[in-house]
């Protein structure tokens, strides 16, 4: 009889397989935990992120107002009384303040452009044939239109209106300046008709005079 073989019937040659077969295989033991070793060197390599504990910084900058808008019509009323009576008719609520180039009309609600456009209608509306100008400031830009019975008629270069205006109209409408502390300032907010009629009827009586 011819022996087999000592490591059993049907072993092929090493050539055969294209790699070596080691006779002990303990070197083998622990090769399933292995791969725990790159997934742990890349864990102690990544970035350290740190969370703040006080989210309050984020908090006040999510907090932080725009810019605020600011719309003044320029009209050529003698007074701020008169000024405020009549946009008290024409339904806008406005803040009037005197000055050397005529009543300015500072408008109380300015969240849009459209808003503010339909203010100036309808105030040069009620002041018939005497023209006023919107200036209108928000996200730091100047926009300046004049209008004219209740229409627009023409775009204005901010830079040139302002060339010339006295130092109030500028104060209020880029420097910030609070139109309450203005000396002189009338208000149209719930002035009621009577008291109005009854101011601009004073206003025409002393232009007579």
């Known amino acids: 009889m011819t022996a087999l073989p000592p490591d059993g019937p049907g072993r092929p040659e090493d050539d055969d397989l ?13 090769l399933d935990a292995a791969p725990a070793e790159p997934a742990q060197r890349q864990a102690d390599d990544a970035p350290a992120v740190e969370v703040p504990d006080d989210l309050a910084g984020l908090e006040a900058a999510a907090a932080e107002p725009d810019e605020p808008v600011v719309a003044i019509v320029v009209t050529q009323v003698a007074g ?4 405020a009576a009549a946009c008290s ?15 300015l009309a500072v408008l109380r609600h300015t969240a849009d452009a459209a808003g503010t456009a339909e203010a100036a209608a309808a105030i ?16 730091g830009r100047i926009a300046a239109s004049r209008w004219s019975a209740g ?35 009338e208000t149209s907010v719930g002035m009621s008709r009577w008291a109005a009629m009854r101011a601009l009827s004073a206003g025409g009586r002393r232009r007579k005079d």
């Open 18 to 30: 294209g790699f070596e077969i080691p006779d002990d295989l303990s070197g083998l033991d622990g």
């Open 80 to 83: 701020a009384k008169p000024l």
């Open 124 to 139: 040069s509306r009620m002041l018939r044939t005497s023209p006023v100008i919107l200036l209108d400031r928000r996200a």
């Open 89 to 103: 008719l024409a339904g806008v609520d406005v803040d009037a303040v005197p000055s050397p180039v005529g009543a």
């Open 151 to 185: 229409e627009k008629e023409d775009d204005l270069a901010a830079g040139l209106v302002l060339s010339g205006a006295p130092d109030l109209l500028d104060d209020l409408l880029v420097g910030g300046k609070p139109v309450g502390e203005v000396v002189g300032v």
